[in-house]
């Protein structure tokens, strides 16, 4: 039978498939990007240029083996590692009980439960026994809790304390067989939790950003600019005697405008910010395209217990109640280091002082249970108040420290998120009485409670209390006849077990702040992100923590909002709640237009259900109270449908589904990574400011993806332009070593040092943009674009009026092969435009990484300032100093001496395809084909220069001496293109000014007062048509502006 199921079902395993390397790499360059490449790379090796195809192979090998198996493949393995489960299981196989592998488990399977930290094998219902087991890291709960059976009754359901999750950890097992639990197999494989989880991982929620959006947008244009340039290399204006010459010309053109490296640079950034959040701020990370989403979070959303304040509550007191009247407030002192003289006092208290039925309330009415080693496992709130009672707990019983007293648990009723109960059915052993004892928010107990047993004064006493911070919590009981069964107890239903109940008493409990919550809120509103709290607590503690934590304004009133009892209709009345017995209150009313609001579950459900009365008040909203879990979805879902970039942090549990709801979700988990959301950390005791440093980070990373977007588009732009200048102008080319430095030196290399900036100490008052098409981002590009086009021109202009300037174009004056691209840079005009086009690449991306108010200052990246001076030190030394094997390389200031003596760099001279070590066909080769020509040079080929010859005519050739001036010039001997030393300093300083304007641009303009003078002009917009905000309070949605977008244009925000 399990053979046949397994056949129908499956096995139990999660197989998430991580291809191997080879495969990886194969899909990875299956892709159009690398194929299209591909094209470029054997066209060339099949042409002369095997060396630029070689090259090419080599950057697209690269980048494509850095993303596949550094980025994608890694990413893959760390999810499977989440999904395995490598263990053996004890079941019920023919009546007897036998060990399997784990994934060998079927559906109704009958499963003995190990404990000892080991991993449940499948979902499953707890029939015998009971488990206490650890979720965090699958469903997010921060505490381990307690797994019961189903109770043998008709009116039975199975609910999550009847169900455990596989892949959760087992603390404790206690059963029947052999002393552990059974449990029977409801899911395996895929089908269980953990593997919906993981499917959701693996298939995250589309989160479409911005540039991602626009990306295609992109594209569009650089097509369209790219089919001007082929258009331009296929007409009259360009004539490179060779079809083929042009095909190569046009699919570069299209390598140069599709660069593969744009979107690779772009994940190398987020996985960079991924590893960084991992090591330094303890914050795992499962999606890194998260990360700059998280840097555009404009709204906050945070659950209060165990987020804002700490996990567990301090049971502080009990005020009983009798005959509708309320007792003595009796106070328990505080023990935070289990001290027994303290425990010894206050269970002492409970005895004395508080009366029978509240006292067998604290010690019965909880899920608390205890690991063989005494720890008690539960709600931290139930485990406070058991610590306080002192009450021994037992497997079914349990029994007063004094031992005169003892109950004896009958049915316990879970806690119900609809109900907002849950409670108890014990019989006291020393009287035989049966009580049930019923928990829940005072409000619900006041509500299924009989009237008569309400004290008149009740809702005054518990909102005060509500007010002083407490987490208020009700009790309620009844009696039942002592003779009832068994049966007739477990067949009994629940409504009628919280039917005719008297109050009994209210709990207290005190839940402290961490004390980094304020300073967290803080940093945020510094940040101009406004934060709400949602909180499945009573309004007015969420009120309270709210002040304390500065949510809600100090100096501000704040109104309550709540469905009026008995009102039919559901009438929403607006009270302020630090008025007791206050008239209701007019929100829209001018008197109250600078108030914040809270409202309860009932009336964010009426706002939510009224969508012309909700858009009038919801940017003053700060607290929603009494929320449920699906509640707190429509929350976020709600601030999501105003275009706002919304984050959630939440400790789990009942904020999962708003967790992954949010575009940026932190679960405050110890787990090392959490299937809950994309983020997930434990630090420092779940500190709030970990969200500060989430959003740092995201800020930092989604400015670097925005630079490395702007260095590719100059790019892109600056070297077409270029290149296009020099084909139009003799059909010249850059040196061959230009392109292998310019797209691994700087492409490669200096873009990833550009990732390696750190984020800000501080959250600044604005967002990085995260628009393509922005007004910022696009003055990023067509500056420095201008400005490279300006040096060049203005450079050549000025070597154009140098009296030794002699122009040279290859294929026609000096007759060049087509094939022979390589030596198409031995000129004079090359030169200048190979230094201004490097000089622009390199001063792009070192600007772009200016650190701004995102990232740190550029000088604490010590790597770009490195790579940066390395390539100022070099364009500049090639430019001023005399001919030499370095400047041979690169074709500059080089003549032909140099040039062969540059082929004794054997590895260089290896790669070259036939500048290095070979002649220097400079313009003065012109001057000696001509005289050869007079001279009666008879061949069918032209003559060129040979090594073998040492680059000098045919001896018996009348021709201009080697030495001669027209020949030789400035220090170099034969032809070069050796520039006037005064020529060299008039354009350096030009060089020299282009860098210090594009500096200038972006830290006065990009980064300075005239951007901070718009955003001020930008603020003042979005005021006139949102309204003041309140100074301090963050109550205005519009207040924290994007470095160059309108808080109002929905068009330019984030959207699911």
């Given at each position: 039978e399990a053979e046949e199921t397994m056949a129908t079902c499956g096995k139990n395993e999660i197989n998430v498939y991580v291809p191997g390397i080879l495969e990886s790499l194969v899909h990875e360059f299956s892709d159009f990007t690398y194929v299209f490449n591909s094209i470029g790379t054997w066209s060339y090796m099949v042409y002369s240029s095997w060396n630029i195809g070689i090259f090419w192979l080599l950057l697209t090998l690269s980048s494509g083996i850095f993303r596949s198996l550094f980025i994608v493949r890694p990413n893959q393995k760390k999810i499977r590692e989440l999904a395995q489960l490598h263990t053996e299981c004890k079941v019920l196989r023919d009546g007897a009980w036998t060990t399997i592998p784990a994934a060998d488990l079927v559906l109704g399977d009958v499963v003995c439960v190990e404990d000892g930290s080991s991993k449940l094998p499948c979902d499953g219902v707890v029939i015998e026994g009971s488990l206490v087991v650890n979720e965090s890291m699958l469903t997010g709960e921060p505490m381990p809790i307690q797994k019961m059976p189903v109770e043998h009754s008709q009116h039975a359901t199975i609910t999550k304390k009847n169900i455990a999750y596989a892949g959760t950890t087992c603390l404790q097992s206690t059963g029947p067989q052999d002393g552990k639990a059974l449990l029977v197999a409801t899911a395996v494989g895929a089908l269980t939790t953990r593997g919906q989880l993981v499917r959701m991982v693996l298939f995250p929620t589309s989160v479409r950003f911005k540039y991602n959006d626009q990306l295609p947008l992109v594209y569009m244009i650089l097509c369209a600019y790219m089919v001007l340039l082929c258009a331009i290399y296929l007409s009259p204006l360009v004539n490179l005697h060779s079809w083929i010459a042009s095909y190569l010309m046009v699919l570069n053109t299209i390598a140069m405008c599709l660069s593969p490296m744009l979107p690779v640079s772009m994940v190398m950034g987020q996985s960079v910010t991924a590893r960084r959040l991992e090591k330094e701020h303890k914050i795992g990370c499962l999606q890194p395209g998260r990360i700059p989403i998280a840097g555009k979070i404009s709204t906050m959303v945070f659950d209060k217990t165990g987020t804002i304040t700490k996990d567990g509550m301090d049971f502080d007191a009990v005020i009983s109640v009798q005959d509708a009247r309320f007792g003595e407030r009796i106070q328990f002192e505080p023990d935070e280091g289990d001290d027994e003289a303290v425990a010894a006092e206050n269970a002492e208290v409970v005895r004395a002082r508080v009366p029978a039925g509240l006292r067998h309330a604290l010690a019965s009415c909880h899920t608390v249970t205890t690991l063989r080693d005494g720890t008690l496992v539960g709600n931290q709130v139930e485990v406070s108040m058991v610590k306080i009672a002192g009450w021994t707990i037992g497997e079914t019983s349990l029994t007063s420290p004094s031992g005169d007293e003892s109950l004896e648990v009958v049915k316990k009723l879970d806690f119900d998120h609809h109900r907002m109960t849950s409670g108890v059915v014990v019989r006291c052993a020393q009287t035989q009485e049966l009580k049930v004892y019923i928990k829940g928010s005072y409000e619900k107990v006041e509500a299924i409670a009989d009237a008569g047993s309400v004290p008149v004064d009740y809702d005054a006493v518990t909102q005060r209390c509500a007010k002083d911070g407490y987490y208020v919590l009700g009790i309620a009981h009844k009696s039942l006849p002592h003779n009832l069964t068994p049966q007739q107890l477990a067949d009994m239903s629940r409504d009628s077990l919280e039917s005719g109940l008297s109050v009994?008493?209210?709990?207290?409990?005190?839940?402290?702040?961490?004390?980094?919550?304020?300073?967290?809120?803080?940093?945020?509103?510094?940040?101009?992100?406004?934060?709400?709290?949602?909180?499945?607590?009573?309004?007015?503690?969420?009120?309270?923590?709210?002040?304390?934590?500065?949510?809600?304004?100090?100096?501000?009133?704040?109104?309550?909002?709540?469905?009026?009892?008995?009102?039919?209709?559901?009438?929403?009345?607006?009270?302020?709640?630090?008025?007791?017995?206050?008239?209701?209150?007019?929100?829209?009313?001018?008197?109250?237009?600078?108030?914040?609001?809270?409202?309860?579950?009932?009336?964010?459900?009426?706002?939510?259900?009224?969508?012309?009365?909700?858009?009038?008040?919801?940017?003053?909203?700060v607290v929603f109270a009494r929320m449920k879990p699906e509640d707190k979805i429509n929350v976020v879902k709600f601030f999501q449908s105003q275009n706002l970039v919304v984050g959630m942090c939440g400790d789990g549990g009942n904020d999962c589904g708003g967790l992954r709801a949010a575009h940026a979700g932190l679960a405050l988990s110890d787990a090392e990574a959490s299937m809950v959301s994309p983020f997930a950390t434990g630090r420092d005791g779940k500190s709030l400011l970990t969200v500060v440093d989430l959003i740092r980070e995201g800020r930092a990373c989604l400015a670097t993806n925005l630079a490395t977007f702007q260095y590719f588009i100059v790019y892109a732009f600056t070297l077409t332009t270029i290149r296009t200048m020099g084909v139009i102008h003799g059909a010249l080319s850059l040196g061959e070593y230009m392109w292998l430095t310019m797209d691994v030196g700087i492409g490669i290399v200096m873009v990833w040092t550009m990732t390696q900036s750190k984020p800000t100490k501080e959250l600044c008052s604005y967002r990085p943009t995260a628009t393509l098409l922005g007004l910022r981002t696009i003055a990023g590009i067509v500056f420095p674009y201008i400005t490279a086009i300006l040096a060049v021109v203005v450079a050549e202009a000025m070597l154009w009026s140098q009296p030794w300037y002699e122009q040279l174009k290859p294929l026609d004056d000096i007759h060049l092969l087509p094939s022979q691209w390589m030596l198409r840079g031995d000129n004079y005009d090359s030169a200048i435009g190979m230094i201004a086009l490097i000089l622009a690449l390199v001063n792009t991306a070192y600007v772009n990484t200016y650190g701004g108010r995102f990232r740190q200052n550029i000088l604490w990246n010590w790597k770009i300032n490195l790579v940066y001076a390395v390539f100022l030190f070099a364009l500049f030394w090639l430019l001023l100093t005399p001919a030499s094997e370095f400047n041979c390389i690169y074709r500059v200031n080089c003549d032909t001496k140099h040039s062969l003596q540059a082929g004794d760099l054997t590895v260089l001279a290896a790669f070259s395809a036939g500048g290095i070590g070979g002649c220097f066909l400079g313009p003065q080769v012109k001057i000696w084909q001509e005289e050869m020509t007079q001279a009666g040079w008879n061949k069918t080929e032209y003559w060129l220069p040979e090594p073998a010859t040492d680059c000098l005519p045919p001896l018996g050739m009348h021709t201009t001496p080697v030495e001669s001036p027209e020949i030789s010039n400035f220090g170099c001997v034969g032809p070069n293109n050796c520039y006037a030393p005064g020529f060299r300093w008039q354009v350096a300083i030009v060089f020299v000014a282009y860098i210090l304007i594009n500096h200038w641009f972006v830290k006065f303009v990009l980064q300075g007062p005239i951007s901070a003078t718009l955003r001020r002009r930008q603020k003042r917009g979005d005021r006139a048509l949102f309204g003041e905000t309140i100074e301090g309070s963050g109550q205005n949605f519009s207040e924290g502006v994007d470095d160059d977008e309108t808080a109002s244009d929905p068009d330019l925000q984030i959207r699911i």
């Open positions: 009994c008493g209210l709990l207290l409990f005190r839940n402290e702040m961490k004390k980094d919550s304020p300073d967290a809120i803080r940093e945020l509103r510094k940040g101009s992100i406004r934060s709400v709290i949602c909180t499945g607590d009573n309004a007015l503690t969420g009120i309270s923590i709210g002040r304390q934590c500065g949510i809600v304004a100090q100096k501000f009133r704040i109104l309550l909002g709540d469905v009026a009892k008995g009102s039919g209709g559901g009438q929403l009345q607006w009270r302020d709640p630090d008025v007791d017995g206050g008239d209701a209150c007019d929100v829209h009313a001018l008197a109250f237009a600078d108030c914040q609001l809270a409202v309860t579950q009932s009336a964010w459900r009426h706002l939510h259900g009224n969508a012309a009365e909700l858009e009038d008040i919801w940017t003053r909203l």
